[in-house]
T-cell receptor, first 115, second 117 residues
Framework: KQEVTQIPAALSVPEGENLVLNCSFT??????LQWFRQDPGKGLTSLLL?????REQTSGRLNASLDKSSGRSTLYIAASQPGDSATYLC??????????????FGKGTKLSVKP | GAVVSQHPSRVICKSGTSVKIECRSL??????MFWYRQFPKQSLMLMAT?????????EQGVEKDKFLINHASLTLSTLTVTSAHPEDSSFYIC?????????????FGNGTRLTVT
């Protein structure tokens, strides 16, 4: 059974710092991995999607890497801003066609960027 | 970009009543939609997979008679929480993938905060 773990559970940094969020998964047989942002009481905003054949994806100040064989992904945020404060969720999609590709989520990392 | 609209965003109901939550894909068609539930400080957990024109597939431990799912069109799925109890209070989120695009990301609604008193 796939399990997704995110470390740390919470992180507080001063504005301007570069930071890394970690995600690990137990079953490397994944279809893709997706990073989301969730603001309090809100839904999810998709940040980056990495297919299993890819190593990384970049969008603006965000860079996500994937090492499928070791079951790890990182989300790098450059020059953090207070507006980046949110919970960041990592989710993997398994190869199990029976589940129609639903996502298995980690518990998230709650990021707070102090001005 | 693809937009998923979920309504209502917040609902408070009395124990024993039923609540319907709607999930709409606004600019794409989705044969499959997913319903998740999130308890405080917990992961989003899949409840069921909603299939247009057929029965939903429920995850283990989710009562299909309590959480009724209807996916009557390619743009609308509804989740009805029947005879709600306080333990059903949670954050419910739907998601959808554009029909025919197996590789595309899931798009999520903004969620519904359900409080049962």
């Amino acid at each position: 059974k796939q399990e997704v773990t995110q470390i740390p559970a919470a992180l507080s940094v001063p504005e301007g710092e570069n930071l890394v969020l970690n995600c690990s998964f137990t079953d490397s047989a994944i279809y893709n991995l997706q990073w989301f942002r969730q603001d309090p009481g809100k839904g999810l905003t998709s940040l980056l999607l990495i297919q299993s054949s890819q190593r990384e994806q970049t969008s603006g100040r965000l860079n996500a890497s994937l090492d499928k064989s070791s079951g790890r992904s990182t989300l790098y945020i450059a020059a953090s801003q207070p507006g980046d404060s949110a919970t960041y969720l990592c989710a993997v999609r398994g190869l199990d066609g029976g589940s129609q590709g639903n996502l298995i989520f980690g518990k998230g990392t709650k990021l707070s960027v102090k001005p | 970009g693809a937009v998923v609209s979920q309504h209502p965003s917040r609902v408070i109901c009395k124990s024993g009543t039923s609540v319907k939550i709607e999930c709409r894909s606004l600019d794409f068609q989705a044969t499959t939609m997913f319903w998740y539930r999130q308890f405080p400080k917990q992961s989003l957990m899949l409840m069921a997979t909603s299939n247009e024109g057929s029965k939903a597939t429920y995850e283990q431990g989710v009562e299909k008679d309590k959480f009724l799912i209807n996916h009557a069109s390619l743009t609308l799925s509804t989740l009805t929480v029947t005879s709600a109890h306080p333990e059903d209070s949670s954050f419910y989120i739907c998601s959808a993938r554009e029909q025919g695009f197996f590789n595309s990301p899931l798009h999520f609604g903004n969620g519904t905060r359900l409080t049962v008193t």
